[in-house]
């Protein structure tokens, strides 16, 4: 006689986490991720993205424009990996951008901000990736950027967590409708 057990995860399980949606079209999310960490004084991101090439191009992309980032993911050696984790914990390195898999097991301490660069494709992740950031009773920072068709992946979200995420136009970033 086997019983199905559901766990859910209450809204009230992120009470300390600013969550900040904001909706672009997928050729501008560097430049609107770009013009966030400007507007913020922000000394640890965590940046998430769901192919290890997004995370090579976005790597690039804020290094142009002079941001100390640096990258973890699946491909890269194991020493390469801890070389990126040093200088993301002892702050050499400002912007750190990781894949789901390789982000596993990373735990910040005082991680100012989590970044979805690219939305996850359940809430499940969503939740995970944020709560890195607010923990032992500090306050956390979410950014997620979301293309106008995952309008869906809101919507799960919405319903999983059963939060009342508003989501703005990221071309309102560093104005007062953009940033709380």
């Known amino acids: 006689d086997p019983e199905h057990v559901v766990v859910e995860t209450p809204a009230t399980a992120l009470p300390e986490i600013e969550q ?7 050729e ?22 769901n192919q290890k090439a997004r995370v090579d191009e976005l790597v690039a992309r804020l290094s142009t424009v002079g941001i100390g980032v640096d990258r973890i993911h699946g491909d890269l050696e194991q020493h390469e990996r801890d070389r990126a984790m040093a200088k993301f914990r002892n702050q050499s390195t400002r ?22 660069f690219d939305m996850p ?3 499940e992740q969503y939740v995970h990736r944020i709560g890195r950031t607010g923990r032992a009773g500090l ?42």
């Open 20 to 26: 900040l949606l904001f909706r672009c079209n997928q």
């Open 28 to 49: 501008h999310k560097a430049d609107a991720l770009i013009a966030f960490l400007a507007t913020r004084r922000l000394d640890s991101v965590l940046v998430f993205c």
């Open 95 to 116: 912007v750190l951008v990781a894949t789901d898999v390789a982000g596993r097991g990373i735990d910040i301490a005082g991680l100012d901000a989590v970044v979805n």
């Open 121 to 123: 494709a359940e809430p």
């Open 139 to 180: 306050k956390g920072l979410a950014v997620t950027f979301v293309t106008h068709a995952e309008g869906s992946k809101i919507e799960r979200l919405r319903q999983a967590t059963g939060l009342d995420l508003e989501v703005r136009e990221a071309s309102s970033i560093g104005t007062a409708k953009g940033e709380p």
